[in-house]
């Protein structure tokens, strides 16, 4: 997966199918988004008069199960590892596959402008045909295949993941914290859950101000990121992120803890904002929020719309 499949999705998928709004909520940037499948109600509905559930990958849901109750549909085909299985009938039933298969028997022309069929308006319907589905979408829109509107992929990429997908699509081994990385998470986890008002007070704007970075600790590889979530577990144990929308939302229960996750999806510019962590920072953020003499009498509570207010 690391060495092979994710860098072609990074080179020709990733540009359009990498962020929250991406075609058919389809996100390619990590092995959870294609688990997740294939999703097609659009995230931004200009014509929406009520609040959708919102669907962040790793957040709203964590299985493929729970993600399909959500209106998503599987895009892999089996990817159960099982002999048993015949790598055709693999490909036969996988979405993914039909899309890049279709856009190798239609090639896209190399010279001149795109045919007429091929719409790149904003609000171009959004088709997002499931597996039983296909054979009508691949007759009805025969240059629709995948990469949509860009060059076919190559032969070498065109193999590379149609190999990985007769064989299962299996999911890559998990990452492991770099040790540097794993001493600066306990620490700084320690820090933001101390007990005292203060402490608490100070997490808490910490928090509501990092919650959208990519965390990078000081002497550590330069593509591994955390992001500060809430959780309902403590520090030393899988971390299980409350789901809410905004980060003053009311956590909905008493207690919960600042944690640190890693951040194993591909890195779109769009929404990389990174801040650094390091041993420096945790004393200057010791200096400026708990040092000081002042007193915090209460600790605000998450009623609206004060919660909203920093002062």
């Given at each position: 997966w690391l060495e092979d499949v994710q860098p072609v999705l990074e080179q020709?998928?990733?540009?359009?199918?990498?962020?929250?709004?991406?075609?058919?909520?389809?996100?390619?940037?990590?092995?959870?988004?294609?688990?997740?499948?294939?999703?097609?109600?659009?995230?931004?509905?200009?014509?929406?008069?009520?609040?959708?559930?919102?669907?962040?990958?790793?957040?709203d849901a964590t299985t493929e199960s729970e993600w399909q109750a959500m209106g998503f549909h599987n895009i892999i085909g089996q990817h159960?590892?099982?002999?048993?299985?015949?790598?055709?009938?693999?490909?036969?039933?996988?979405?993914?596959?039909?899309?890049?298969?279709?856009?190798?028997?239609?090639?896209?022309?190399?010279?001149?402008?795109?045919?007429?069929?091929?719409?790149?308006?904003?609000?171009?319907?959004?088709v997002c045909a499931a597996q039983e589905g296909m054979a009508k979408f691949e007759r009805k829109n025969p240059l629709w295949g995948m990469p949509y509107a860009m060059p076919n992929l190559s032969d070498e990429e065109y193999r590379t993941l149609i190999t990985w997908l007769a064989e299962g699509g299996q999911a890559p081994e998990a990452t492991a914290n770099s040790a540097d990385a794993e001493r600066q998470l306990v620490r700084w986890e320690a820090f933001l859950n101390g007990t005292t008002s203060r402490e608490r007070l100070m997490s808490r704007y910490v928090y509501e101000h990092l919650f959208l970075g990519h965390l990078h600790f000081a002497d550590t590889p330069d593509r591994e990121f955390y992001r500060l979530v809430r959780s309902y577990t403590p520090p030393g144990v899988p971390i299980n992120e409350i789901p809410k929308v905004r980060p003053f939302d009311d956590p909905g229960i008493a207690e919960f803890w600042y944690r640190l996750r890693r951040y194993d999806a591909s890195i779109v510019d769009k929404s990389h904002v990174v801040y650094p962590l390091s041993k420096q920072k945790l004393e200057r953020y010791r200096e400026l929020f708990l040092e000081p003499d002042y007193e915090v009498a209460e600790v605000p509570d998450y009623v609206m719309p004060e919660a909203a207010n920093p002062f």
């Amino acid at each position: 997966w690391l060495e092979d499949v994710q860098p072609v999705l990074e080179q020709r998928c990733v540009v359009c199918h990498g962020c929250y709004d991406a075609p058919c909520q389809l996100k390619l940037s990590s092995y959870a988004g294609l688990v997740r499948g294939a999703n097609p109600v659009k995230v931004y509905n200009g014509s929406r008069i009520k609040v959708a559930q919102p669907t962040r990958l790793f957040i709203d849901a964590t299985t493929e199960s729970e993600w399909q109750a959500m209106g998503f549909h599987n895009i892999i085909g089996q990817h159960k590892e099982s002999s048993e299985i015949d790598p055709a009938d693999r490909l036969r039933e996988s979405v993914l596959y039909r899309m890049l298969r279709l856009k190798q028997l239609n090639p896209q022309p190399r010279t001149g402008a795109l045919p007429a069929s091929i719409t790149l308006s904003l609000d171009r319907k959004q088709v997002c045909a499931a597996q039983e589905g296909m054979a009508k979408f691949e007759r009805k829109n025969p240059l629709w295949g995948m990469p949509y509107a860009m060059p076919n992929l190559s032969d070498e990429e065109y193999r590379t993941l149609i190999t990985w997908l007769a064989e299962g699509g299996q999911a890559p081994e998990a990452t492991a914290n770099s040790a540097d990385a794993e001493r600066q998470l306990v620490r700084w986890e320690a820090f933001l859950n101390g007990t005292t008002s203060r402490e608490r007070l100070m997490s808490r704007y910490v928090y509501e101000h990092l919650f959208l970075g990519h965390l990078h600790f000081a002497d550590t590889p330069d593509r591994e990121f955390y992001r500060l979530v809430r959780s309902y577990t403590p520090p030393g144990v899988p971390i299980n992120e409350i789901p809410k929308v905004r980060p003053f939302d009311d956590p909905g229960i008493a207690e919960f803890w600042y944690r640190l996750r890693r951040y194993d999806a591909s890195i779109v510019d769009k929404s990389h904002v990174v801040y650094p962590l390091s041993k420096q920072k945790l004393e200057r953020y010791r200096e400026l929020f708990l040092e000081p003499d002042y007193e915090v009498a209460e600790v605000p509570d998450y009623v609206m719309p004060e919660a909203a207010n920093p002062f």
